[in-house]
C-alpha cells in the first residue's frame, strides 16, 4: 500500500497541513506528486480536490483512520515541481495556507477544450480534378465550381471561409467528399490573442544604452546571474536594452518572463516585443478569455513560445529554461498583490531566480525605495541612463500653485496657465494629456489656504475624514474631532480633498467646447479591449486630450503628446500612508515623461496645494537622488520600509468585539515577547474601512528591522490561533508584508 500527503483545496488556516490518505493500487501508477486528485474530506466525507504533495511507502496514521483517493481529477491542471517549491516559499514568506498559495502559482487551474480548426483540400490528382471543374461547369454546378476553382489556386481552405465567404453549403461539400475529389481535414489549434506582425531589426543604441548591456552579456555569459536596476530618466530607452538582454538570453536557450504592472500597458509593450520577437511572444493576463489563458499556459509549458509577456500571474508561467525575468518599471504597488498570498512580484520573482539560477532585471523612472537602497548597497547591480534617446529634451516643468488660483476666484481644476497652454495646442494641432492623480486617496483634509495637512502626532501620516467629521489615523488609531479652522494659519478653508474624472471631462468640454476628449479610467475601460481601443484612438490623432487615472501615464509613447497636465497632485501626496511622498514623485515624473517624446519639445504643469514639498520640486527637476536623499532620512527615523520592516496583522469576524478581542490578545502577547528584541507594536484599532459584507476588521503593524523577526511573530500569531481554536472562534486572520496600503 502505497501513501500521499495531500493538501485539501480549502485556502482557510483550520486545514493548513497535510493529510494522509491511501493510494488504491489502480491509480498508484497515476498519482505522483503535482498530481490533482479528488478525495473524500471532512466529517461527511465531501468530495473536495486536494494536491499531492508527498508520496509515502508508509505511515504512522491508525489504519481506520485513513480515506482512500476516490480518482484523479479531469480538468485540474498538474502542478509542476518548481510551482510546489515557490509554493512553499511563499508560505512561509508572506504567511498564507499552503492551498492559496498553490492557486497563486498556478496562473490557470483548469484544462479547457481547444479550439478544432476544419480545413479543406483536394484528394484527386490536379488533372483530375481540372477535368471535374469541367464537367460541373458544363453541368452549371455554380457551388462546385467556385469550390474547384478556388482549390486548384490556393491548394487548402478554412472550413469557416468555404462556408461563409464562398457561400457554399456543408451539403455541395458532402457530396465533393464522398466522390472522393475534396477532404475535410480537422486538426486542434491554440487560440492566440496576438497576430503575426513584419519583424523589426533591433535600434542603434546610445552610448549608456550599450555599456548597460554590455555588463549584463558580460555578466551572463560568465555564469553569473544576479539581480540589476536598470534605472533611466523616462525616453531613455529602457525597453530597447531589455529587448538586447533578451535576445542574448534566448540565444542561449533560455526562456524569459516580462512582467508589465498594468493590463493598459499591454497593448504598446506587446506591440514593440512582438515586432522584434514574432511567434516566440505571448502574454497572459486577466482580460484574457479562459480557453485563451488555458492555451498561453500550454504553449509555454510546451516550449512553443520562449517570452510570456503579462501582470504579476506571468510570473508563474511553467517555463522549463527559464533564463531572465524583466520587471518593468518595477515600483508601481500593482505589484503587490492584495489578495492572499499577499506576495511581492520582485520578492518572489528572486526567489524563482535562485531556484531556477535565472537573472532578474529590474527597471525604473523612478525606482522603488527598496530596489534603489539594495543597488546602493550593492546587492543589486545599478545600471544607469541619465539621458534620453535621439537627442530628445526633458519637458519644461511649471509647478502651478492652486491656492494662488483660489485667492484669484478660479474653482476649476484646471489652472489659467494650464488652459492657456491647452487652447494653444488646439491650435497648432498637438495633443494633451491630463493626469488626475487619485492615486492613494483616501478622504485626507488639508488647509486651501496655507497648504497645511492635518497629520497623525505618532506616525507621520495624514489623518482620514471618517463619517461625522472625525479625523482618524490608520496606523495607530489616533482620533479628533473635525477641525473648523487651520491649526497653521488660522483660515476657515479646511475642507477634504475630492476627484473624480467624469465631472473634471465635463468641465474640460464647457471650457474647451471644440476639443475631441478621451476619458480613460476604471469606468470606461470595464470591457475586453477598451484599453487598446482608447489609446489606438489616440495613438492615430482621433482626439486632441487624453484625460485619465494613473493608467494613462505609464509606459506609453505618444511623439506627438507635447503637454502634459498633472491635477491634484495632493491627493497622493497627502494620503495617510508613509508611502505617500514616494507615490507622488513617481507618479508626477512617470506624468511628466510622457510629454515632448517625439521631435517637438513638451511642457508639464504641476498643479498643487503644496509647490514647495520636497517630493513636488524633485519630480519637477527629474531629480530622483535628490528625492531619494530626503524621502530616505525620514524613513530611517521612523523605521518605516526600506530602513526597516513592517506587517500587517488584520483580524476580520461577524462581530466587532470578537475583531476587537482577538486583535487585542495578540497584540498584548507580541508586545510582552517582544519586549528588548527592538520590535515595536502600533495598535490594534479599527481598520480605515471598518466593515465589509458585514465582517468586521481590526488591525495593528509590527515594526522591526529584522524582517525574521517578524516571521516568527507571524509563526507564534498563527500557533496561537490554532491553540486556542475555540477563543478565536469565527475570527480570521491575514499577514501582510511591508504593505504598500494602510488598512
Known amino acids: 500500500m502505497k501513501y500521499a500527503g495531500i493538501c485539501v483545496d480549502i485556502s482557510h488556516e483550520k486545514v493548513d497541513k497535510l493529510f494522509t490518505y491511501r493510494i488504491p493500487e489502480q491509480l498508484e501508477a497515476a498519482v505522483e506528486v503535482g498530481t490533482v486528485v479528488v478525495i473524500p474530506f471532512g466529517r461527511g466525507s465531501h468530495e473536495r480536490e486536494g494536491y499531492v504533495l508527498e508520496l509515502m511507502d508508509e505511515t504512522d496514521c491508525p489504519d481506520d483512520k485513513l480515506k482512500t483517493i476516490l480518482r484523479l481529477s479531469e480538468k485540474a491542471v498538474f502542478v509542476e515541481q518548481r510551482q510546489i517549491k515557490l509554493a512553499a516559499w511563499m508560505k512561509q514568506h508572506y504567511g498564507c495556507s499552503m492551498a492559496a498559495c498553490l492557486k497563486t502559482a498556478l496562473p490557470v487551474k483548469r484544462k479547457v477544450e481547444g479550439v478544432t480548426v476544419r480545413e479543406i483540400s483536394l484528394l484527386a490528382e490536379k488533372e483530375e480534378a481540372m477535368d471535374y471543374l469541367a464537367l460541373c461547369q458544363k453541368k452549371h454546378h455554380v457551388a462546385k465550381v467556385r469550390l474547384l476553382e478556388q482549390l486548384l489556386d490556393k491548394e487548402s481552405l478554412e472550413y469557416s471561409i468555404v462556408t461563409k465567404s464562398l457561400g457554399i453549403s456543408a451539403q455541395t461539400i458532402r457530396a465533393l467528399t464522398e466522390q472522393g475529389i475534396i477532404r475535410v481535414n480537422a486538426f486542434e489549434t491554440y487560440r492566440t490573442p496576438i497576430r503575426v506582425r513584419h519583424l523589426q531589426e533591433p535600434k542603434e543604441l546610445t552610448q549608456e544604452q550599450a555599456k548597460a548591456f554590455d555588463t549584463f552579456q558580460a555578466d551572463y555569459n560568465a555564469g553569473k546571474r544576479g539581480t540589476y536596476l536598470l534605472y533611466g530618466v523616462t525616453g531613455s530607452g529602457k525597453t530597447e536594452v531589455y529587448m538586447r538582454m533578451i535576445a542574448h538570453v534566448l540565444s542561449q536557450g533560455k526562456q524569459v518572463i516580462v512582467l508589465i504592472p498594468e493590463i493598459a500597458l499591454t497593448y504598446q509593450t506587446m506591440t514593440r516585443f512582438y515586432d522584434r520577437f514574432g511567434d516566440q511572444v505571448s502574454l497572459i493576463h486577466s482580460k484574457l478569455s479562459e480557453g485563451e489563458r488555458y492555451d498561453q499556459f500550454e504553449r509555454a509549458r510546451k516550449g512553443l513560445v520562449n517570452v ?39 520578492e518572489t520573482a528572486i526567489a524563482l531566480s535562485e531556484q531556477t539560477n535565472a537573472s532578474v532585471v529590474l527597471g525604473s523612472a523612478t525606482p522603488s525605495l527598496e530596489a534603489y537602497k539594495e543597488a546602493l548597497e550593492g546587492r543589486y547591480t545599478l545600471l544607469t541612463l541619465s539621458r534620453r534617446v535621439m537627442r530628445a529634451r526633458l519637458p519644461e516643468t511649471h509647478i502651478v500653485d492652486m491656492r494662488d488660483e483660489m485667492k484669484n476666484g478660479n474653482r476649476l481644476p484646471f489652472s489659467e496657465a494650464l488652459l492657456s497652454a491647452m487652447r494653444g495646442r488646439l491650435q497648432k494641432g498637438e495633443q494633451t494629456m491630463l493626469f488626475v492623480n487619485r492615486r492613494g486617496y483616501e478622504g485626507f483634509v488639508s488647509c486651501r489656504s496655507c497648504g497645511t495637512v492635518v497629520k497623525c502626532p505618532h506616525c507621520d501620516v495624514a489623518l482620514t475624514e471618517h463619517q461625522g467629521g472625525r479625523l482618524v489615523c490608520h496606523y495607530c488609531g489616533f482620533e479628533r474631532p473635525k477641525l473648523t479652522s487651520c491649526p497653521v494659519c488660522g483660515s476657515g478653508q479646511v475642507r477634504g480633498m475630492r476627484a473624480g474624472t467624469q465631472k473634471i471631462e465635463q468641465e474640460l468640454s464647457a471650457c474647451l467646447p471644440d476639443a475631441r476628449i478621451l476619458r480613460m479610467d476604471a469606468d470606461t475601460t470595464k470591457k475586453k479591449g477598451e484599453h487598446e481601443k482608447i489609446l489606438q484612438s489616440f495613438a492615430n490623432g482621433e482626439a486632441d486630450i487624453l484625460l485619465g487615472t494613473q493608467m494613462i501615464v505609464k509606459g506609453h509613447d505618444f511623439p506627438s503628446v507635447t503637454l502634459v497636465g498633472v491635477l491634484m497632485a495632493d491627493l497622493s501626496l497627502a494620503g495617510s500612508d508613509f508611502r505617500g511622498p514616494e507615490r507622488t514623485f513617481q507618479i508626477v515624473t512617470q506624468a511628466a515623461g510622457r510629454a515632448g517624446r517625439g521631435e517637438k519639445p513638451g511642457d508639464v504643469y504641476i498643479q498643487t496645494y503644496q509647490p514647495e514639498h520636497y517630493a513636488i520640486v524633485a519630480a519637477a527637476s527629474q ?11 525620514m524613513r530611517a527615523v521612523v523605521g518605516y520600509p526600506p530602513c526597516g520592516h513592517m506587517l500587517a496583522v488584520l483580524l476580520t469576524s461577524k462581530t466587532a468585539e470578537q475583531a476587537s478581542k482577538v486583535a487585542t490578545a495578540l497584540a498584548t502577547r507580541i508586545r510582552t515577547w517582544g519586549e528588548g528584541k527592538k520590535l515595536i507594536v502600533l495598535g490594534p484599532a479599527q481598520a480605515g474601512i471598518s466593515k465589509i459584507n458585514d465582517v468586521y476588521r481590526f488591525v495593528f503593524y509590527i515594526k522591526s528591522k529584522d524582517r525574521q523577526l517578524l516571521e516568527i511573530a507571524k509563526d507564534r500569531m498563527e500557533l496561537f490561533m490554532k491553540i486556542n481554536e475555540i477563543k478565536v472562534r469565527g475570527t480570521s486572520i491575514a499577514f501582510d508584508f511591508d504593505p504598500m496600503n494602510t488598512y
Open 308 to 346: 510570456m509577456i503579462g501582470p504579476r500571474s506571468a510570473l508563474f508561467t511553467p517555463f522549463e529554461q527559464l533564463g531572465l525575468i524583466v520587471i518593468d518599471e518595477e515600483h508601481e504597488g500593482t505589484y503587490k498583490s492584495d489578495t492572499n498570498p499577499k506576495f511581492h512580484a520582485r
Open 623 to 633: 531629480d530622483y537622488e535628490a528625492f531619494y536623499a530626503e524621502e530616505i532620512e
